[in-house]
């Protein structure tokens, strides 16, 4: 299934994080907590101002970025687990 975001909202996949501390310490699934860094995999056209002209936005697919620990709304499309934010929940791109 295709999927695109209206506006100025992002499709993020979360990267995961480190299942072992720098000790080797394996971090159960109950402990962890979810990772604020992911893949853009899809941004929408950008928002339109008071001129009805659209600004195009920041983030493109592929960017690493870093979020809010409750931003988006969690959605699931085809068998992956994905965020749906706006672009304003991002924090910055990772270089």
């Known amino acids: 299934m295709k999927f695109r975001p209206l506006h100025d909202r992002v499709v ?3 990267i995961e994080g480190e299942e072992k501390t720098n000790g080797g310490i394996i971090i159960p699934d109950t402990v962890k907590e979810k990772p ?8 929408g ?4 101002d008071e001129a009805s002209q659209i600004i ?36 910055g791109i990772v270089a």
Do not use: C, N, Y
């Open 56 to 91: 195009a936005l920041e983030v493109k697919a592929g960017d690493r970025v870093l979020f809010g620990k409750w931003s988006g709304t969690e959605v699931k499309i085809d068998g992956q687990d994905l965020l749906i934010m706006k672009e304003s929940d991002i924090l």
């Open 36 to 43: 604020q860094e992911g893949e853009v995999v899809a941004a």
């Open 45 to 48: 056209p950008g928002v339109r």
């Open 12 to 14: 993020v996949r979360r």
